[in-house]
T-cell receptor, first 111, second 114 residues
């Protein structure tokens, strides 16, 4: 079946350092979504990427969709303690109504 | 985006009993989704609930264990039946935005089975 993988599983950074998480799918995706889940909270939708090679920015967050539409990345510039949480990517299933979530990357930011 | 009210927020239950989780949305939505998230893990889809029809269950989840109701376009319930400690998890309902197709999640129900 379809698999969505993410690396790294964990990342510890010093506040102010950059952070990147990578998402890879076993199949070509029509789109990809990113979510953030704060400790003790629920996932919150960040963004959806649709086009091959697409790059979108949200303040210090940069999202990229690969040319082959099988991978994506989330880059955070100059991390802050408010960036702490787990970042999930999610890709649609073959029949498109549901999404498969990756295992997530847990980010810790040391002040 | 939609606002979802999910309750209870947490519960501790005895094995062999059942718990019903409620999810109320502030707008009408066609599909509602029920997810399970085990501690420190990712989200796994249990089933998709459509109003007026049987829920569609994912592999590994069955209606007898996780019956779902969807009486109207703003409400759904998930029951965890005949619970065992392995059912201890966070259960989340979600709906899809109209505008940008992302999921909005409820705040989750943290279930502990003892």
């Amino acid at each position: 079946g379809q698999q969505v993988m993410q690396i790294p599983q964990y990342q510890h950074v010093q506040e102010g350092e950059d952070f990147t998480t990578y998402c890879n799918s076993s199949t070509t995706l029509s789109n990809i979504q990113w979510y953030k889940q704060r400790p003790g909270g629920h996932p919150v939708f960040l963004i959806q990427l649709v086009k091959s090679g697409e790059v979108k920015k949200q303040k210090r967050l940069t999202f990229q969709f690969g040319e082959a539409k099988k991978n994506s990345s989330l880059h955070i510039t100059a991390t802050q303690t408010t960036d702490v949480g787990t970042y999930f990517c999610a890709g649609p299933t073959a029949y498109g109504q549901n999404f498969v979530f990756g295992p997530g990357t847990r980010l810790s930011v040391l002040p | 985006s939609a606002v979802i009210s999910q309750k209870p927020s947490r519960d501790i239950c005895q094995r062999g009993t059942s718990l019903t989780i409620q999810c109320q949305v502030d707008s009408q939505v066609t599909m509602m989704f029920w997810y399970r998230q085990q501690p420190g893990q990712s989200l796994t889809l249990i089933a998709t609930a459509n109003q007026g029809s049987e829920a569609t269950y994912e592999s590994g989840f069955v209606i007898d264990k996780f019956p779902i109701s969807r009486p109207n376009l703003t409400f759904s319930t998930l029951t965890v039946s005949n619970m065992s400690p392995e059912d201890s998890s966070i259960y989340l309902c979600s709906v899809v935005h109209r505008e940008d197709f992302g999921y909005t999640f409820g705040s989750g129900t943290r279930l502990t089975v003892v």
